[in-house]
Antibody, heavy 119, light 106 residues
Framework: EVQLVQSGAEVKKPGESLKISCKGS????????IGWVRQMPGKGLEWMGI????????RYSPSFQGQVTISADKSISTAYLDWSSLKASDTAMYYC????????????WGQGTMVTVSS | DIQMTQSPSSLSPSVGDRVTITCRAS??????LGWYQQKPGKAPKRLIY???NLQSGVPSRFSGSGSGTEFTLTISSLQPEDFATYYC????????FGQGTKLEIK
């Protein structure tokens, strides 16, 4: 079964660092893009960025460039989203999703990771 | 940046109604557009890809059309399980989601 499994919910304080993960299985991890999507409480979906694990080609939304870092470890079929210094406004659900290189359309989604940043 | 304008933002249809949701792109995106359904507390689920292709396993009451700058998602006869929020997503140049359309029970 093709699936993306994300790491569990996190509760952090402002200024702390965090790295969340997205593990792919059931397909060739290196031949699909993995994207990250933010959903703030009660709000819509926002695309953050995307990485191609095969060669680590990474693209960011201008809104998130410099705010987060996307990486991947193809040896363990896992992509990451990390923050060096969290803010309360980073409180949101974060989804990963995969896209075939040819079509670039997100087909399979992870279950989501809830990140809560509060003092 | 490509902007996606989705309308309406909410609807209160009845079961059995025909529902149409529209997305307009700020520039031509060929058919590089998908439609997604999201239910509360769940991840989005793809319904339509390449503007008009039905995702495997999705009921045939869902259909998509359009190309270039104007796209529609149609639900031919709304079922109780279809009350959810729907998003379009362009992937022609990076990615942009529409603002979402929430179908609420009347």
């Amino acid at each position: 079964e093709v699936q993306l499994v994300q790491s569990g919910a996190e509760v952090k304080k402002p200024g702390e660092s965090l790295k969340i993960s997205c593990k792919g299985s059931g397909y060739s991890f290196t031949t699909y893009w993995i994207g990250w999507v933010r959903q703030m409480p009660g709000k819509g979906l926002e695309w953050m960025g995307i990485i191609y694990p095969g060669d680590s080609d990474t693209r960011y939304s201008p809104s998130f460039q410099g705010q987060v870092t996307i990486s991947a470890d193809k040896s363990i079929s896992t992509a990451y989203l990390d923050w060096s210094s969290l803010k309360a406004s980073d409180t949101a659900m974060y989804y990963c999703a995969r896209a075939p290189r040819g079509s670039s359309a997100f087909d399979i989604w992870g279950q989501g990771t809830m990140v809560t940043v509060s003092s | 940046d490509i902007q996606m304008t989705q309308s309406p933002s909410s609807l209160s249809p009845s079961v059995g109604d025909r529902v149409t949701i529209t997305c307009r792109a700020s520039q031509g995106i060929r058919n590089d557009l998908g439609w997604y359904q999201q239910k509360p507390g769940k991840a989005p689920k793809r319904l339509i890809y390449a503007a008009s292709n039905l995702q495997s396993g999705v009921p045939s009451r869902f259909s998509g059309s359009g190309s270039g700058t104007e796209f529609t998602l149609t639900i031919s006869s709304l079922q109780p399980e279809d009350f959810a929020t729907y998003y379009c997503l362009q992937h022609n140049s990076l990615y942009t989601f529409g603002q979402g359309t929430k179908l609420e029970i009347k």
